[in-house]
């Protein structure tokens, strides 16, 4: 199975020196969930909580590649990129998991949770 397969599309994006306010108006939009960090929505910017590094796969990927580098960068989210690098989709751990058999859900989300905790990308 391939990436494209199981991503979503027509990810939510933005550049690092939006503001939140607008970054929190694009994910209410879109019915993403946040927590505010006490920061001025106004002024805060998104790189004001730093830059993690970029996890990302090709649409043609085999899904195992995606669930592999999920469980080594212990990220619950990766982006599928095109040859641009332009962000095509986004795979969570849950759309891998609806891919996987019952023993192997186990398996991936103890890789990406073990080890201090995994980030969200």
Do not use: W, Y
């Not at 910017?45 to 970029?54: A, P, Q, T, Y």
């Not at 759309?95 to 905790?117: L, P, Y």
């Amino acid at each position: 199975m391939r990436c494209q397969e199981i991503m979503s599309k027509n990810p939510a994006t933005c550049r690092l020196d939006a503001p939140v306010q607008e970054v929190a108006r694009l994910m209410a939009e879109r019915d993403i969930r946040v927590v505010a960090k006490g920061l001025d929505a106004r002024s805060a910017k998104l790189s004001d909580f730093g830059g993690n590094e970029v996890i990302a796969c090709r649409p043609d990927d085999d899904v195992d590649q995606a669930r592999q580098l999920m469980q080594q960068k212990k990220v619950q989210r990766i982006l599928v990129c095109d040859d641009q690098k332009k962000p095509v989709g986004v795979i969570s751990l849950q759309d891998i998991a609806q891919s996987e058999s019952e023993g192997e859900v186990g398996e991936t989300v103890r890789g990406v949770k073990e080890e201090g905790g995994a980030r969200v990308h």
